[in-house]
């Protein structure tokens, strides 16, 4: 699979005073935003991460925004659960 045929993800929690759940798409990031990206998922908490394939990312996008509706309402989601959820559409 090419680099391109992918996307990198990174699920996290905010370490700012909300501490809500976000998720970034790195490959996805242009120039003018990239760095303030990264930098707000590298100072947050980690759930999980990985590379979602291609051509379902846009299918795969909806479970992790379903998955961070449920986690910023208060349900206990364990990542390995979201990776269960998530496994047909992962790299």
Do not use: C, W
Request: proline fraction near 3%; charged fraction near 30%.
């Amino acid at each position: 699979m090419r680099p391109a045929d992918r996307v990198m993800f990174e699920v996290y929690r905010e370490a700012s005073y909300n501490r809500r759940y976000r998720v970034v798409y790195f490959t996805e990031l242009g120039d003018h935003n990239r760095d303030a990206e990264i930098n707000r998922a590298m100072a947050g908490e980690s759930f999980l991460d990985g590379y979602l394939a291609e051509p379902r990312t846009g299918e795969a996008k909806m479970v992790i925004a379903q998955a961070l509706q449920r986690l910023n309402d208060g349900e206990a989601l364990d990542p390995e659960a979201l990776r269960q959820d998530l496994a047909e559409y992962l790299a």
